[in-house]
């Protein structure tokens, strides 16, 4: 798993700041490394007891900045000792360690403990790696650091065994962030469920730990590896310090955020050490995931900017400058198992005049796959349903100039299919323990080499023998029976949680290489799987199965704090919705889901005339400010639970801004007040092209400065009114 190296990473981004730059300045005399990502710098060095030491983290330095060296912290007392009050950069347990550790070992004589002293380091223009070791076992650590100009700071860390028996980690973490002692520390995270998901939390930092984790096998829609630290009082979406990161792994994990009573904040993340276990055999290493982080002066949304601007260029599959994704339709609310040929045509004959532009058909194309029940595993098309395969679909829709997509779920399997038949070990399981089912389903166990050549196996077939553009990939249950029947010999059966995650990613990324025009979208339930490590291997993911429109505007606000537009798959469906009963208009639908990447569940075969209309409208809108939406800078200037939610887009070069608006309800008779908005040029002029004449008031041209000071002024009425502005730079 290696990052984009810097030469491929420089984007134009609107107003960005042109001295950006992704440095390491090595201070050999000092046994210092200032490492210098966009507007923020990172220090560590090196102090007399010959630990790695955090010692700045904020602004950027100018070049010629030097910093006191590194010293380890004095003994407070003798329940306080030096280790738990210095700010190492990665401690081991051991040498009196209380706090959260970074890494936690047996070693084969018994011993426990580690004490990671400094060996080596070597530097390059963007790449740091600091070379531990313990003092008394044949343990090295390699600490990795690298930086980018977006304002990105990677970490991650290699176990070595330099010995000749077998150490077991019991825990192992990317690394520890230090920031310095304060007393207003407020921390962000995102929680949620099923349905859900990515609720925003703001909380005073309290003393003591504070553990965001999934235990589930996977990311999980009640946390989502993503935190962010402001100040009380300075920090705000438009100003002030905010220290944030998210982790790249798409199994269990966690982050630990701890205040000590000395007012020191910590922050730890890696694999999640709840049963875990790891044999690390002789001559052999672990690598931990990605932990990316950043710093910014200027709040919450610029520091949400910096991860967009990031992931586009670093992360996707598609990049440095994915394409933006296309209007999809899913046949699954029209007609959810009951999927035929000519269903399926008929819907894209409709989907294709509201100018949709990839067809995706759901679940029930394959094996006995009549409802929840049955099939999975047995990835063969339906002959009663699609009596000559797949092409003559394929074909219609590739004829209504549209391209094609289909759903699976490949490491999933039902106990009532051919494969649990033939294969029931190769479900997760423990012996002689009943297999809890979830949605009447089992987990195959990617661990497993034969279970992996199986998946990629037929997944590879699916693609070859049919012109297949994008897969939705399902993953509909959490892990229960983490078990690793017949294990290699020599492993730790909890190895599970590395060996499953590190195959799926092998999968995706076999598959994507034998097809490089082929998508993938990640789904699990939702918002289940959605992190920074999926997204190496995915082009999309699908935030919550929630498509009610209003439920929609909080989940996606949480969301757009961690991850770009770009990958933000938003539905529009039909009323009253199937989940809470809501029904609202289909403007208001249409604008929600605009704010990401734009998909159609509705059945079309119950749109009216004048629906086929607004949809067709609409989708044309989109395709016209779709760049700016999915790859400019995003600008949240009036969220939820707020009654009037406004957000706003300003295009990479500067010439297209939008501005999407909805109102909850109207209340007393009173207009909305205007909306100021943000990122403009204060000395341009902009053409303003309102959606609705009847909802705008104000003049069609006006300066960049008017419209952040003066604002606009927008006429929403009722309940979940919406409209939209297009902005074009003269």
């Known amino acids: 798993m290696h990052i984009r190296q810097l030469s491929i990473c420089l984007l134009p981004f609107a107003f960005a700041a042109t001295h950006?730059?992704?440095?390491?300045?090595?201070?050999?005399?000092?046994?210092?490394?200032?490492?210098?990502?966009?507007?923020?710098?990172?220090?560590?060095?090196v102090d007399e007891q010959k630990m790695v030491e955090s010692l700045y983290w904020g602004p950027a330095l100018t070049p010629n900045t030097l910093l006191p060296a590194a010293h380890s912290a004095r003994e407070r007392a003798s329940f306080d000792g030096p280790v738990n009050t210095t700010p190492l950069e990665y401690p081991g347990w051991g040498a009196g360690l209380h706090l959260e550790p970074s890494l936690k070992i047996d070693s084969p004589n018994g011993d426990r403990t580690l004490v990671l002293q400094y060996e080596s380091a070597k530097a390059d223009a963007d790449h740091l790696e600091i070379v531990l070791k313990d003092a008394s076992q044949p343990l090295r650590v390699h600490l990795h650091y690298q930086v980018f100009p977006e304002g990105v700071l990677a970490r991650w860390s290699t176990v070595e065994n330099i010995g000749t028996k077998a150490f077991h980690i019991e825990q192992a973490a990317s690394g520890t962030l230090n920031l310095p002692a304060n007393t207003d520390y407020t921390l962000s995270r995102l929680t949620g469920m099923w349905a859900g998901e990515y609720q925003l939390h703001t909380d005073a930092l309290p003393f003591g730990a504070q553990q965001i984790?999934?235990?589930?096998?996977?990311?999980?829609?009640?946390?989502?590896?993503w935190f962010s630290i402001g100040r009380e009082a300075k920090t705000t979406e438009t100003a002030g310090p905010v220290w944030f990161g998210e982790l790249g792994w798409s199994g269990s994990w966690r982050l630990d955020v701890e205040r000590t009573p000395l007012n020191l904040v910590r922050i730890t993340a890696g694999y999640n050490p709840f049963d875990f276990g790891y044999n690390l055999a002789p001559g052999k290493s672990l690598d931990t995931p990605h932990l990316y982080t950043g710093y910014t002066n200027a709040g919450n949304g610029e520091a949400s900017r910096i991860l967009h601007r990031f992931q586009l260029a670093h992360i996707l599959p598609m990049g440095p400058d994915p394409k933006p994704r296309p209007i999809i339709f899913n046949s699954w609310e029209a007609t959810e198992f009951h999927v035929s040929e000519e269903g399926q045509v008929a819907l894209a004959e409709k989907a294709a005049k509201i100018g949709v532009e990839r067809f995706v058909m759901d679940d029930g194309w394959f094996g006995k796959r009549k409802d929840d029940h049955a099939g999975l595993g047995d990835w063969y098309v339906d002959k009663d349903k699609f009596p000559n395969g797949l092409k003559p679909l394929i074909d219609r829709v590739h004829g209504l100039?549209?391209?094609?997509?289909?759903?699976?779920?490949?490491?999933?399997?039902?106990p009532n299919s051919d494969l649990y038949r033939k294969h029931p070990d190769w479900a997760m399981h423990f012996p002689d323990r009943q297999r809890t089912e979830q949605r009447n389903q089992l987990l195959l166990n990617l661990a497993k080499p034969e279970v992996k050549a199986y998946v990629l196996d037929w997944l590879d077939k699916l693609v070859s023998e049919n012109d297949i553009a994008f897969l939705k990939w399902d993953y509909n249950r959490n892990w229960s029976e983490a078990g690793w029947d017949g294990a290699p010999a020599g492993a730790d059966e909890k190895q599970i949680y590395i060996a499953y995650v590190q195959n799926l990613y092998d999968i995706l990324e076999k598959l994507r290489a034998k097809h490089p025009k082929l998508e993938i979208e990640s789904c699990s339930g939702g918002g289940g799987r959605v992190d920074l490590g999926i997204l190496r291997y995915t082009d999309e993911v699908w935030p919550s199965d929630n498509t009610d429109a209003f439920d929609r505007l909080s989940i996606q606000d949480g969301f757009s704090h961690a991850y770009t537009p770009q990958v933000m798959v938003a539905w529009v469906t039909d009323v009253p919705n199937s989940l809470n009963r809501r029904t609202v208009p289909l403007q208001y639908r249409f604008l929600v889901a605009m704010q990401g990447a734009l998909g159609i569940g509705n059945d079309l075969n119950k749109f009216s005339d004048a629906d086929m209309a607004l949809a067709t409208k609409l989708t044309a809108l989109y395709k016209d400010v779709r760049t700016t939406v999915q790859h400019g800078n995003l600008y949240r200037l009036q969220t939820p639970p707020s009654n009037a939610t406004q957000v706003q887009y300003v295009s990479r070069d500067g010439g297209q801004a939008v501005l999407l608006a909805y109102l909850h309800s109207q209340q007393l008779g009173l207009a909305q007040p205007r909306v100021q908005l943000q990122g403009l040029d204060p000395n341009a002029t902009y053409k303003l092209q309102p959606l609705d004449a009847a909802k705008f008031r104000g003049e069609l041209t006006a300066t960049g400065a008017q419209l952040m000071g003066q604002g606009l002024d927008l006429h929403l009425t009722g309940d979940f009114d919406s409209t939209a502005v297009v902005l074009t730079r003269q």
Do not use: C, I, K
């Open 20 to 45: 950006l730059s992704a440095q390491v300045r090595a201070v050999p005399d000092r046994q210092q490394w200032y490492l210098t990502a966009g507007e923020s710098t990172y220090v560590v060095g």
């Open 213 to 225: 984790e999934s235990r589930r096998g996977s990311t999980g829609h009640q946390a989502n590896p």
């Open 401 to 414: 100039g549209m391209s094609f997509g289909l759903w699976v779920e490949p490491e999933m399997v039902n």
